[in-house]
């Protein structure tokens, strides 16, 4: 099975209510109805990517944190996006990886 990671610009571009993104939104969009054609195929995330969504689209993107939290926490929970199974996998094998 083939593994497509989708990092956190990919998550922005989604969620995001900013008309500059009108066009990253779109693409997303279609990207996604692609991979939902697509039958061998296993679509990943992390929780870095999802930090990041959340840091960019209260701090850049002004969404009410409200809004924002539980945008993460149904895709988290639910593990979906755009009702595509997502799986968050772990980005580095080192459980005390740390930016220092």
């Known amino acids: 099975m ?3 990671y989708l990092d ?3 998550l922005i571009a989604h969620y995001s209510t900013d008309k500059a993104e009108e066009s990253k939104k779109k ?3 279609n990207a996604l109805a692609v991979f939902a054609e697509l039958k061998d195929v296993q ?3 992390s929780m870095w990517a999802a930090t990041e ?3 960019i689209l209260v ?3 002004k969404i009410d944190r409200g809004i924002v ?3 993460e926490s149904q895709l988290v929970s639910e593990r979906r996006l755009a009702n595509l199974r997502l799986h968050f996998v772990e980005v580095s094998p080192q459980k005390d990886y740390d930016f220092a």
């Open 2 to 4: 083939r593994r497509i």
């Open 8 to 10: 956190s610009n990919i």
């Open 27 to 29: 693409m997303v969009e």
């Open 43 to 45: 679509l990943c995330t």
């Open 53 to 55: 969504m959340v840091n």
């Open 59 to 61: 701090s850049s993107k």
């Open 69 to 71: 939290a539980e945008i």
